[in-house]
């Protein structure tokens, strides 16, 4: 049972420089030319790569970030979250897509483009945007200037803002296999495998009504190196009970789980209330947020693992 990341970013740039490309061919970008190498070092002038950031006035927009954007697209380009705080050295901090890079995007594109070609907006966890942003983008978004594109990657569609998300045209990445993201993340294949026994720990111990087993596991939970770890673990266990629900609904197709993993998932489902996955993921989204408040690790998952005990 791991829920793994996904390759949405490098194809979302391998689109980009597709679209981009003056030397296609067989269906494909050379991956050669001048173009392509700039979009793939993310340093075409065209293409604006926005995410959530602890603005300040030194550096209130995406734009004052780029070189380490940069730098860990070129490390990695399967990074996780918690990696694109600590690449920008704001760890621990509120980061959020704010008012004043909505304005910065409406700038640069009421410009034409450097190249005369296309103009990309590419929107790196859109959840992550307020509701003053969202407004401040709406109509450009809704109605975006000849050859510019909007690409917005999210890890959980139902937190991005209604405006935006009615406007956009949704594909679902399939996450990577074990085996591949073992070969993006050799240095976290172990923290998932730790994720899935905690996640497996905390689950059979609630499912057999065992509170202090569940305890135990919340106290497992609060122990993991820092607080970005923690809000990991929380947002692994939500797609862990995402595709529970999807399994318990007879939708198990729409799940895309791993057919290693599929009896876990079937048992699992048998194992709890319908109405528990809902329920836990907005427990454990709470969790996150008050992880994000900086208060007490040990009392919020104690009072996670209550909340749940009460609901399996």
């Known amino acids: 049972m791991k829920t793994t990341a996904g390759g949405a970013i490098p194809l979302a740039l391998a689109f980009i420089q597709y679209l981009y490309c003056r030397s296609r061919s067989d269906g494909d970008s050379c991956g050669e030319c001048p173009v392509c190498r700039r979009v793939t070092k993310l340093i075409h002038p065209d293409i604006q790569f926005i995410c959530p950031i602890a603005s300040s006035k030194e550096k209130p927009t995406s734009e004052s970030y780029i070189s380490e954007i940069r730098e860990l697209l070129e490390k990695n380009p399967y990074f996780y979250e918690h990696e ?5 050295g704001i760890e621990g901090k509120q980061a959020a897509i704010a008012v004043p890079e909505a304005r910065s995007i409406l700038s640069k594109l009421s410009l034409s483009g450097v190249e005369g070609g296309w103009r990309t907006v590419m929107v790196y966890l859109p959840e992550k945007m307020n509701a003053s ?34 406007r956009c045209l949704v594909l679902r990445v399939i996450p990577l296999s074990g085996e591949d993201f073992a070969a993006v993340h050799p240095e976290d294949a172990e923290d998932a495998t730790r994720m899935t026994d905690l996640f497996a720990d905390l689950f059979n111990a609630l499912s057999e009504k065992d ?22 673990f929380c947002k692994f266990a939500g797609e862990v009970l995402r595709r529970i629900f999807l399994v318990q609904q007879g939708l198990e197709d729409l799940a895309l789980i791993p057919e290693t993993e599929v ?10 209330r319908k109405s528990f996955p809902r329920g836990a993921m907005a427990y454990f989204d709470r969790a996150t947020e008050l992880l994000e408040r900086n208060v007490n690790q040990k009392i919020i998952f104690a009072d996670l693992v209550d909340k749940l005990y009460m609901i399996v």
């Open 84 to 88: 694109l705080y600590s690449a920008l």
């Open 133 to 166: 942003a969202a407004n401040t983008l709406l109509k450009m978004v809704e109605e975006p200037p000849e050859m510019t594109l909007f690409l917005m990657i999210t890890h959980e569609p139902e937190k991005v803002l209604r405006t935006i998300y009615s």
């Open 211 to 232: 509170l202090l087993g569940a305890l135990e596991a919340g106290e497992q939970a609060a122990g993991l190196e820092n607080r970005e770890k923690q809000k990991t």
């Open 263 to 272: 009896e876990f998932y079937r048992q699992a489902a048998t194992k709890c």
